[in-house]
């Protein structure tokens, strides 16, 4: 929402924004860098910015909705709030204002105050406003008026399913397990069958007296999940333990648990930036629920803002069982904002720790395949798929990804049985198939069964894969049925026009049918893709340069390769 709106006023103020903009002393330079910052996510910049720009313009109710919606994004509620209580003083219906006035009367436990506000012209939106009116009639005593509250909401169409997962909540909040446990099983909503909803049954079930019931629930709903924070609950339940509901604990944690919840089915549709405020609010009126903390975390990952997503993670305490989940995505965001070291040095340390979970081994041979160090990427899937269980969801690809770095290593017999191990355990794959079936060719090995996998992997991709197709058109090239090859090629290229490898191969096809002027110019177009910093890719920018020199029969003669007369014939 926030960089969808700022980006607009940008394009339709006709404002050219440039890395260096005006001082920021100004108004208009302020404005400006305020906006820019937006654009990029760089909500600090953009809330510093819009605050200075508000201060030299301080009637200025855009600039006001501004602040309010940056400071959200940051978490800063509280910065946010006396510009949002002045809106609301002027009468504008802005929702960012509102939703920060409603944080902080819920936040005090000030119900009656949010129960008198008018919700039609100082709401935040029929779901929300419904629901959070419920559980500020339960913290003000009127427990019946709630409960009647809820109900009413699941008459409402398409709603049914957060309303009765609140009512189930606030229930068991109450005490009244049975009933809540009544509603649970009668209503299998999204939310019921969420993480939270069946950790949140599995409480109640323990309270009920029928661990056993709550095992099976949770086994049913995650199988033999390795998660900690699962296996602990899990351990619990069956050594006898009675487990206290935690998850809603009062009226303002079922507020909290209100923006949370919409925040995780905003996820679907809405902008990341927009549902970020929702799971910011959601952390406000209850800092210690992990679980918003995540997806805080986890969004401002996507909106590419790596150093804030760094930081929230870092807060979820050593000692908590979801402790591992948040050094994964920490290292995550190290490794997309350029500090893979940093990423595989949080993940070795978490590998200590974590020794046992197949996760925390397979996230560390990804980053370290990613970074080339193949060797050490090979041991950290050893010990991954050592730890995976028989028939584990996703154990294919722990083989597949074992395989890359085995045949990057020059170890192809145990690259091509891993290959093979992973279209036992998934079928059809049509990464694997290809995989291996470019491997095939390249290596100039069972071409007909290359052929015959890489033509599987198309099927498969409904011929959208320029990676795949381009196999196809190279496994036919090396058959030498050049004539085929060129249409494949076509439209790998079609798919993937600046891609260098794709190029470089279309210019091999068409020199081997004799268009050597169209060969030439994709080598050159290929030349022109290549990375300058990708020293040990598949482009090999000083062959593509010899090839437009002394053309491809020569560069194969020169390479002791076929002569592509010879592979016609």
């Known amino acids: 929402m926030i960089r969808t709106l700022l980006l607009c006023t940008v394009l339709a103020t006709g404002v050219a924004v440039t890395p260096h903009i005006a001082s920021a002393d100004s108004l208009s330079g302020a404005y400006l860098a305020a906006r820019q910052a937006a654009i990029r996510n760089d909500f600090e910049a953009s809330a510093r910015y819009f605050t200075a720009a508000l201060a030299r313009d301080p009637s200025n109710v855009g600039l006001m909705e501004d602040v309010i919606a940056t400071q959200l994004a940051i978490g800063q509620i509280d910065r946010a709030l006396p510009v949002a209580k002045l809106l609301e003083q002027r009468g504008v219906r802005s929702q960012a204002a509102h939703m920060t006035v409603i944080a902080d009367l819920l936040a005090n436990g000030e119900y009656d105050t949010y129960l008198e506000r008018n919700v039609e012209t100082a709401g935040i939106g029929p779901l929300v406003d419904g629901l959070l009116g419920a559980w500020a009639m339960i913290g003000a005593g009127r427990v019946d008026e709630g409960m009647a509250e809820f109900d009413r909401i699941s008459e409402e169409r398409g709603l049914r399913g957060f309303a009765l997962y609140h009512k189930a909540m606030a229930l068991a909040s109450l005490g009244d397990f049975e009933a809540s446990e009544a509603l649970f099983l009668a209503e299998a909503g999204p939310l019921q069958r969420t993480r939270r909803g069946a950790m949140a049954r599995a409480e109640v079930l323990s309270q009920l007296a029928r661990n056993d019931d709550a095992v099976t629930s949770l086994e049913a709903a995650f199988g033999s999940s390795s998660d900690p924070e699962l296996a602990a609950m899990v351990e619990a339940l069956k050594a006898g333990e009675t487990l206290p509901f935690t998850h809603i604990t009062s009226a303002q944690d079922g507020a909290a648990e209100v923006f949370y919840s919409v925040a995780g089915a905003l996820r679907q549709d809405a902008g990341a930036d927009y549902t970020l405020i929702y799971a910011r609010i959601a952390r406000h009126l209850r800092p210690d629920q992990i679980d918003a903390l995540l997806l805080v975390a986890d969004l401002l990952e996507q909106l590419e803002q790596y150093a804030l997503s760094n930081a929230v993670y870092k807060e979820v305490p050593a000692d908590h069982p979801a402790f591992h989940a948040a050094e994964l995505g920490r290292a995550a965001a190290l490794r997309k904002s350029g500090k893979p070291e940093a990423a595989i040095e949080v993940l070795e340390q978490l590998a200590k720790r974590f020794g046992d979970l197949s996760i ?4 560390l041979g990804d980053v370290l395949r990613q970074q080339d160090q ?17 028939g584990e969801a996703g154990a294919w690809f722990l083989h597949y990804a074992r395989a890359i770095t085995l045949e990057r290593q020059d170890e192809w017999p145990r690259a091509e049985a891993d290959f093979r191990r992973a279209l036992e355990l998934n079928p059809g794959q049509p990464q694997v198939l290809n995989y291996l079936g470019y491997s095939l060719v390249e290596k100039q090995i069972k071409l007909d069964e290359a052929l015959a996998m890489i033509e599987q992997a198309v099927e498969a991709t409904n011929g959208e894969s320029g990676y795949i197709v381009d196999s196809l058109g190279w496994v036919l090239y090396r058959l030498g049925r050049y004539d085929e090859a060129v249409g494949h090629m076509e439209s790998a290229v079609e798919l993937m026009p ?32 290549v990375d300058p910093d990708e020293v040990d890719g598949e482009a090999d920018p000083t062959r593509m340069r010899r090839k437009l020199e002394v053309g491809l029969d020569v560069v194969l003669e020169e390479e002791g390769a076929p002569p592509l007369k010879a592979a016609d014939d």
Not at 360 to 363: D, G, K, P, R
Not at 374 to 390: M, V
């Open 498 to 529: 600046v891609d260098p490898v794709v190029n470089d191969h279309l210019g091999d096809v068409y020199w081997s049918v004799g268009r050597e002027r169209e060969a030439q110019f994709q080598w050159m177009r290929a030349l022109s893709f």
């Open 374 to 390: 193949f060797e050490e990427a090979t041991a950290a899937y050893d010990r991954a798929i050592a730890l995976t269980r028989e």
């Open 360 to 363: 925390v081994h397979s996230t």
